[in-house]
């Protein structure tokens, strides 16, 4: 029930195109949907993060969609950018306790 | 000055040998963590510690022990290492204010190697 599944797994994109990451959750606990992007040699850095309130959030390029009775959210990246090139993980958490869950990750590759 | 910092950046031991791999943190959280990332498995937590005082087993804690020597380092150790304790080990910290609850701010990451 904690798990968090990650598709896919890499990803090879356009210049321009659009990345989409999907996740899907068990735990209906999870209050707190954040993702975030690791660049090689990097730690994770928090991307953007969404609440089970709204069906989506965007910030820039980024956009997290929400389908709370799906139990899924997915990550687009809208003119993705090679720049954009980067891991990206997917997490679920409850808020108190202070634990994420992370998913298995994917490895996005934007083509000039 | 990075605000999570890890050492060593790289290590490669040998099977049976007890290697430290320490953190140190200069955000002034209480909340500090130890993942490790494996291709194809994601994060997956090991140790976590609210404070001093306060330590607690992740998902993946057999073969491995923490040592939380102050607010600001946190270290991890493995105490006889095998080769599938090869892997990239993250530190994290966590605040407790509005602003920074809910976010992990991660170190660069310590690529170890067993042989």
């Known amino acids: 029930q904690q798990q968090v599944k990650q598709s896919p797994q890499s990803l090879i994109v356009q210049k321009g195109g659009i990345s989409i990451i999907n996740c899907a959750y068990e735990?209906?606990?999870?209050?707190?949907f954040p993702w975030y992007q690791q660049f090689p040699g990097k730690g994770p850095a928090l991307l953007i993060a969404?609440?089970?309130?709204?069906s989506e959030k965007k910030e820039g390029r980024f956009t997290i969609s929400f389908n709370k009775s799906a139990k899924q959210f997915s990550l687009h990246i809208m003119d993705s950018q090679p720049g954009d090139s980067a891991t990206y993980f997917c997490?679920?958490?409850?808020?108190?306790?202070?634990?994420?869950?992370f998913g298995t990750g994917t490895r996005l590759k934007v083509l000039a | 000055d990075a605000d999570v910092t890890q050492t060593p950046r790289n290590r490669i031991t040998k099977t049976g040998k007890r290697i430290m791999l320490e953190c140190s943190q200069t955000?002034?959280?209480?909340?500090m963590y130890w993942y490790r990332q494996d291709p194809g498995l994601g994060l997956r937590l090991i140790y976590y510690?609210?404070?001093?005082?306060?330590?607690n087993k992740g998902e993946i804690s057999d073969g491995y022990s923490v040592s939380r020597q102050a607010q600001a380092k946190f270290s991890l150790s493995l105490e006889s290492a095998i080769p599938n304790q090869t892997a990239l080990y993250f530190c994290?910290?966590?605040?407790?204010?509005?602003?920074?609850?809910?976010?992990?701010?991660f170190g660069p990451g310590t690529r170890l190697t067993v042989l």
């Open positions: 969404i609440r089970p309130d709204v």
């Open positions: 735990n209906t606990a999870f209050d707190y």
């Open positions: 994290a910290t966590g605040g407790w204010g509005a602003s920074e609850a809910d976010e992990q701010f």
């Open positions: 997490a679920g958490y409850t808020s108190g306790t202070y634990k994420y869950i």
């Open positions: 955000k002034g959280h209480d909340r």
């Open positions: 510690s609210f404070d001093v005082k306060d330590i």
